[in-house]
């Protein structure tokens, strides 16, 4: 493959280059940043962790744009000198420049707030809906993993469960088919507990960048190398009344962005809840 440029030198997008180094599945990360020393900097501290950290990806930055030109993928992050999300219109206008470039490359956004500009990049900018993608429900849901493991004494690696809708407020948990170590998650969690840990979703909006590094990583290298795993993303829908609405969803990926978007497993009340979330959301 070529290589993943990551736009923006932030926590957010050097705690990404750092996570993709680590996991040593991508050959070549660009950190493209206007304000290139912060971008050159973090890149070197990177690199000199390489002999301890036994990684042999290629980092290197970047201060021009057109430098992810030809990237087989481009994650949107956050900016080296605010530390802030690209979001907005100075996020819109960064968009339209890559577009300019006439890349083919999917887009993915790696921040809590780039809803909004997801579904911009598209109604607005024209971008194949199938080409844009957002990776911070992954973050939420490794959360609720993890305090599901921990309210059952249990390892968040055995246990499955499901978000859709739109985070913070809208979201739906798949509880019902929910499971840990093969059994329903629901058999070990009384129902108090349940809605409890419901209760505290809109509290873990946003993920830290760590959460959210590690939740773009893992679908950027699904991307580039192909993967049986269903993520779950920000979607632009594509049918019916809920047409250009922007929502957490699962999916497949591959090299093209998104593959399928996928129907979630819900009960009926689960499902309900999940299309009061989308009929609420903002439109573009």
Do not use: Y
């Not at 744009?65 to 605010?82: K, M, N």
């Not at 909004?116 to 911070?136: D, K, M, N, Q």
């Not at 290298?221 to 993303?233: D, K, L, V």
């Not at 019916?240 to 593959?259: H, L």
């Amino acid at each position: 493959m070529g290589f993943v440029a990551v736009i923006g030198g932030g926590p957010l997008g050097g705690a990404l280059a750092h996570k993709l180094a680590l996991r040593d599945r991508i050959r070549d990360v660009r950190l493209i940043d206007p304000h290139g020393g912060i971008a050159q900097g973090k890149a070197l501290d990177i690199l000199q962790s390489a002999a301890v950290d036994r990684f042999s990806a290629r980092l290197t930055s970047a201060h021009a744009l057109h430098s992810a030109a030809g990237a087989d993928a481009i994650v949107i992050a956050d900016a080296a000198d605010t530390g802030r999300e690209h979001t907005g219109e100075p996020g819109l206008a960064l968009i339209r420049q890559i577009a300019a470039f006439e890349t083919t490359a999917p887009l993915v956004f790696a921040g809590a707030g780039q809803r909004e500009l997801i579904g911009r990049a598209v109604a607005e900018l024209h971008v194949p809906r199938s080409r844009v993608l957002g990776t911070a429900p992954g973050a939420l849901e490794s959360a609720l993993r993890a305090l599901a493991a921990l309210a059952i004494d249990a390892s968040a690696v055995e246990v499955q469960l499901q978000i859709v809708g739109t985070p913070p407020a809208g979201v739906a948990v798949g509880w019902e088919e929910a499971s840990v170590s093969g059994m329903p998650l629901t058999s070990q969690m009384p129902p108090h507990a349940v809605a409890a840990l419901s209760a505290r979703i809109p509290r873990l909006w946003p993920p830290g960048p760590m959460a959210l590094a590690s939740a773009a990583a893992r679908v950027v290298e699904g991307i580039a190398h192909g993967s049986r795993r269903r993520f779950t993303c920000f979607v632009v829908l594509d049918a019916g009344p809920s047409r250009n609405a922007v929502t957490a969803m699962p999916v497949e990926v591959g090299s093209k962005g998104i593959a399928r978007v996928l129907e979630p497993a819900l009960t009926r009340q689960e499902r309900t809840q999940m299309e009061n979330a989308i009929e609420e959301a903002p439109r573009r």
